[in-house]
């Protein structure tokens, strides 16, 4: 390997360490804030044992930008809302000043203020148990697709049940041939009391009104038929 060759690496190497460091040292952004946000993350902070900085980050680096642009900004104070604090160099040492209440944030990169809001409101709302998230495996369908395909699923089996089931009756039941054509037995069968009650169950988690793709006709007629298979009927 020729010496240009080995100094184009190294040089390479180099840009890549810099633009690293760049993009993970940490700057302080100061963020104007109420001052009941502010005590807020605060108090947030200390509970957890962390700085602001850590909170708005471990938000920052969770979720989905869109979730934290959607989130209310709580916004900057209101004009009453300040807080005094005294000057400590320049000519105006020693004297109070009024200035807005904020937040000293210590994050790498260049968030503005309103993100920064904006992730530690997230912070405190999943705190206080206002919002939760959900974990979703990102090798997988999300949980809006799932939804959507069980929802299609539904709709296929609704669809299926409407086909497969039995025609009700014109005359309704009126002997033993229509009992065991609505129950679904062959004509020529003897089911016992067991099986045509078991029967009965199974058909009427299908066609009772409540189970959202029955209807009244077609239960009438169930009910009718296990009166017509009863012992003595014929």
């Given at each position: 390997?020729s ?14 360490n ?30 957890r ?95 809006k ?6 929802g299609?699923t539904?709709?296929?089996?609704q ?43 199974m ?16 239960m009438?007629?169930?009910?009718d ?5 009863r012992?003595?009927?014929?």
């Amino acid at each position: 390997m020729s010496k240009r060759a080995t100094a184009e690496g190294l040089r390479r190497v180099r840009i890549r360490n810099a633009d690293r460091d760049t993009a993970g040292r940490k700057r302080s952004h100061a963020v104007p804030c109420s001052s009941a946000f502010r005590d807020a993350a605060l108090a947030l902070a200390a509970r957890r044992r962390v700085n602001v900085g850590d909170l708005a980050r471990s938000v920052l680096l969770t979720l989905p930008g869109s979730m934290i642009l959607d989130f209310p900004d709580p916004g900057e104070p209101d004009p009453d809302d300040r807080e005094t604090v005294v000057l400590k160099s320049g000519p105006n040492a020693g004297k109070p000043w009024r200035r807005k209440p904020r937040l000293q944030v210590r994050l790498p990169g260049d968030e503005s203020a309103e993100t920064i809001r904006r992730a530690l409101a997230l912070a405190i709302a999943l705190d206080e148990g206002r919002i939760g998230v959900a974990l979703e495996d990102g090798r997988g369908p999300g949980l809006k697709e799932q939804l959507a395909e069980r929802g299609a699923t539904i709709d296929r089996l609704q669809a299926v049940v409407k086909t497969l089931a039995f025609t009700p009756l014109k005359g309704g039941v009126r002997n033993r041939a229509d009992a065991l054509h609505v129950l679904g037995f062959p004509p020529d069968s003897q089911p016992d009391t067991g099986a045509v009650n078991a029967r009965f169950r199974m058909l009427a988690t299908v066609h009772h009104p409540d189970s959202g793709h029955g209807d009244h006709e077609r239960m009438a007629q169930l009910n009718d038929a296990v009166r017509a298979l009863r012992p003595g009927r014929t």
